[in-house]
Nanobody
Framework: QVQLVESGGGLVQAGGSLMVSCGASGRIFSSNGRGWCRQAPGKQRELVAVIASGGTTNYAGSVKGRFTISWYNDKNTVSLQINSLKPEDTAVYYC?????????????????WGQGTQVTVSS
């Protein structure tokens, strides 16, 4: 019912910048919040940035000041601008969305995930 598709990952040198984006489609009646997580090899998935429907943002301490999450409502797209990249930023980046969806007369809130996009930072 709801699909999230990430794009924009790639290979970047340390100190460089990259933007990853996440488009949402499907039966979305409203969105409560969007976020980005990442998972490095052998590590647990960690939350890096979230943005609420009102625009409030929060970041993990390790990325604060370097990552910027933005929400483009007209395109139902969320982006993550990543600056001053470090090798430890290497991970698969996943977007998520908390949305109200449903069909016919039923509605429910669910969290949906994209398939992930690889970001690799070379030293």
């Amino acid at each position: 019912q709801v699909q999230l598709v990430e794009s924009g990952g790639g290979l970047v040198q340390a100190g460089g910048s990259l933007m990853v984006s996440c488009g949402a489609s499907g039966r979305i009646f409203s969105s409560n919040g969007r976020g980005w997580c990442r998972q490095a090899p052998g590590k647990q998935r960690e939350l890096v940035a979230v943005i609420a429907s009102g625009g409030t943002t929060n970041y993990a301490g390790s990325v604060k000041g370097r990552f910027t999450i933005s929400w483009y409502n007209d395109k139902n797209t969320v982006s993550l601008q990543i600056n001053s990249l470090k090798p430890e930023d290497t991970a698969v980046y996943y977007c998520n969305a908390d949305v109200v969806t449903g069909r016919d007369n039923s509605r429910y809130t669910g969290r949906f995930w994209g398939q992930g996009t690889q970001v690799t930072v070379s030293s």
